[in-house]
């Protein structure tokens, strides 16, 4: 049988692809890094299966897009109509092939349905990710419901799945579901990348964890809502697909989805994170400081009670502490006293500030810090001037459900963006800041890809005139995270929660995707305003010091003590944080289910540090021994209990790093571990490596 192969590779991964009689590409091969001198033509052929009875006399194939038209007995990668609503089966022929930069672009036809399908293919340089898109374009207009990114394989070895879900305040939840027969489908219809459906899956199976096992990972790039699929077939293969959320196409003859990133890793969830981590760092996010300023928030301190004198001596103090930016949160706009009033009316409130905005920005440069500002630009109050005047500007039924008080603009339209770059833009130009934190913050009545497209617009407009301010995306906390969004921001507010024991959790899976670098963390108020919990402000601290560390309190509720400890742990992480926000996330193996644990590794291996969080207590009495990771087994490396301090009354022996510094090889740091001083539970140790 005549095939056309292709081979994406690097020193880690192969992709080859197979083209069969001209039709369209299949995945005959994705692991290890094949030699060079492996004949791809032969793994071509030998990836043919057989067939027996109950079955069609040739296996529809597992195509980059699985087609209709071959009896394929699963989810297709299309579903078209014409304009007047006739089903289309294309069935697509090579057209051709043009090598890229780091891939190649392959072209399909079906000249009688005028229909031309295209596959763009990379391997990205040292990142060793596959970036994926498929792209539909027709002669005549038609309406496409569906239109998968290229569909990967995954091995019948691996039957597990790692997927994601959550709710406010509680993102990035994972769970692990067994392969079966038939099809799973998560399809995200809220309009925005959402807490509940964070584009990612991870295949696995029950010898997967952090550190050993195979895995593959996957992330759809798009912030309008995906939808996914995995499929087990009757006859044992399996398939993954990624695309926008179900009906957010519309008629064109145009049509393309996000990218899809993918890798294979045969060192564990780790060796999967590290690669997402460096690519979203150093390839995605553009335009973020060198150096991470520690933040401060103002939302948790005032709300919408906004004080010229307290803001400033709230500023103040958050500068004694150690804060470099102090950021205005909602309520400076319209007439903003609560949330059912003013979203939409870009303007400074004259009665909170009769001199705008200048005297508030003045004293925090006086203090040395960056000034930033909140907006949500595509959010509307029915009790605004601008829904007065534009009632038509709204998004969705004049019925529809209302969310947080609040309605949606259309993004699609050139005047809403216009409007709103205007609105903003004058705040830019007029005043010194350098910082927005871009909030969302309700489900969308439409689900349309035109909308995404718009805010992508509004936003790439604003990078391109304000490069050097930096923006946050927010949406109720972790509700819009995902690389379409980051392409244009340069951190992500991860979630709402400043419960740090909270925090824990959600910062340890979203680093399965994410680095240090873009990922907010706060040290929240002693009670926590999201879960009612109080707790000390060691792990506050250190929880925050974890990500790009800031403060979202009222820093006037801190005793001595406790403004005293906020103010060491932040100038660690200021002492440290330049090779940490480029330090790989690697989530460590923790014999405890009781212990959230991760080890930072710098870029150069020669230093790390390690969090081990205590969120509540143990089975057993004593700590089990943490293993480490990613280290090398012949080199020595002094291990400090940088907090040892902190050590309980009830820690009565003299195990040694409660007293001196640990000196052992990476080989009995990995094997054996560290053993740590017994602690209350709702506490942290914090340890420094250093290879000697």
């Known amino acids: 049988m005549r095939a056309r192969t292709w081979h ?10 197979a083209s069969f009689e001209d039709r369209l590409p299949e995945v005959v091969y994705w692991g290890p890094a094949l030699p060079e001198s492996e004949n791809i033509g032969t793994l071509a052929a030998a990836s043919v299966m057989d067939v027996t009875g109950g079955m069609i006399d040739a296996n529809a194939p597992v195509s980059l897009n699985p087609e209709a038209s071959r009896t394929f007995p699963g989810q297709t990668g299309l579903t078209a109509r014409s304009a007047a609503g006739q089903p289309l089966a294309p069935s697509f022929r090579f057209e051709s092939e043009e090598e890229t930069e780091h891939g190649h672009t392959l072209v399909f036809t079906d000249s ?29 207009e038609i309406q496409v419901d569906w239109l998968a990114a290229p569909v990967l394989p995954t091995p019948a070895h691996l039957d597990e799945m790692i997927e994601f879900s959550g709710r406010w305040c509680a993102e990035f939840l994972t769970r692990r579901l067994a392969f079966a027969p038939g099809a799973r489908l998560r ?7 959402d807490h509940a459906h964070f584009p990612g899956l991870i295949v696995c199976n029950a010898a997967t964890t952090n550190t050993q096992g195979e895995a593959y990972a996957f992330h759809y790039g798009w912030s309008g809502g995906h939808r996914m699929v995995t499929e087990e077939l009757a006859d044992g293969r399996r398939q993954v697909q990624f695309g926008h959320a179900s009906a957010s196409m519309a008629k064109g003859r145009f049509f393309q989805t996000a990218p899809l990133y993918a890798a294979w890793s045969p060192k564990g969830l780790n060796g999967a994170a590290v690669l997402f981590q460096r690519h979203v760092r150093d390839h995605i996010v553009k335009g973020a400081r060198a150096s991470r300023p520690v933040h401060y928030n103002c939302w948790e301190a005032v709300y ?5 004198d307290e803001l400033k001596s709230i500023a103040s103090q958050a500068a004694n502490l150690g804060a470099e930016r102090f950021v205005l949160d909602d309520g400076w706009f319209g007439r903003r006293d609560d949330d059912t009033s003013s979203l939409g009316d870009w303007t400074v409130d004259r009665r909170k500030y009769p001199d705008g905005l200048t005297p508030l920005i003045d004293h925090i440069k006086a203090l040395g810090l960056e000034f930033g500002i909140w907006f949500e630009p595509e959010m509307i109050n029915e009790d605004s001037d601008l829904q007065r005047a534009h009632p038509d500007w709204v998004l969705g039924p004049a019925d529809q459900i209302r969310g947080r008080q609040q309605l949606v603009l259309d993004m ?76 244009r921001t340069q951190r992500v507010w991860l979630s709402d929660s400043n419960d740090a024991l909270e925090r824990q959790r959600i910062q340890h899976d979203a680093a399965l995707f994410l680095p240090a670098s873009v990922t907010g963390s706060h040290v929240g108020p002693r009670r926590c305003h999201t879960s009612g919990r109080m707790l000390d402000i060691g792990i506050r601290a250190w929880t925050a010091a974890q990500r790009h560390m800031g403060f979202e309190m009222d820093p006037r509720e801190l005793t001595d003590t406790e403004a005293d400890t906020l103010r060491q742990v932040t100038s660690w992480w200021k002492a440290n944080r330049d090779w940490m926000m480029r330090a790989d996330i690697l989530r460590l193996d923790s014999a405890d289910p009781a212990v959230i644990a991760e080890q ?37 490396y002094r291990i400090t209990l940088t907090n040892r301090d902190d050590a309980s009354r009830l820690s009565r022996g003299a195990p040694l790093l409660k007293q001196t510094d640990l000196d052992a090889s990476g080989q009995y740091l990995m094997s054996h571990g560290l053993t740590l001083p017994w602690r209350f539970p709702q506490t942290i140790w914090v340890l420094e490596g250093r290879r000697l």
């Open 8 to 17: 994406l590779s690097d020193t880690r991964q192969s992709l080859v692809l």
């Open 112 to 140: 009688s349905l005028g229909l031309s399908l295209s596959f763009d293919l990379a391997l990205t340089p040292e990142t060793s990710l596959l970036k994926l898109r498929t792209r539909l374009d027709s002669v005549d």
């Open 187 to 193: 399809d995200n219809r809220t309009g925005r990348t």
């Open 304 to 308: 919408f009670d906004h004080k010229l």
């Open 412 to 487: 699609s339209r050139k005047d809403v963006r216009t409007y709103l770059y205007d609105h903003i833009a004058d705040i830019l130009s007029n005043n010194d800041v350098g910082y927005i934190k871009w909030d969302h913050n309700r489900v969308l009545p439409v689900i349309d890809s035109a909308q995404t497209e718009g805010v992508y617009a509004l936003l790439d407009r604003l990078r391109a005139d304000f490069p050097n301010v930096e923006i946050e995306s927010c949406s109720s906390g972790g509700g819009r995270i995902d690389f379409g969004i980051l392409e």
């Open 600 to 636: 930072q590794l710098s870029e150069e291996g020669d230093r790390f540090v390690v969090f081990a969080a205590q969120i509540r207590t143990s089975d057993q009495i004593l700590p089990y021994p943490l293993r480490l990771t990613g280290l090398n087994p012949e080199t020595t």
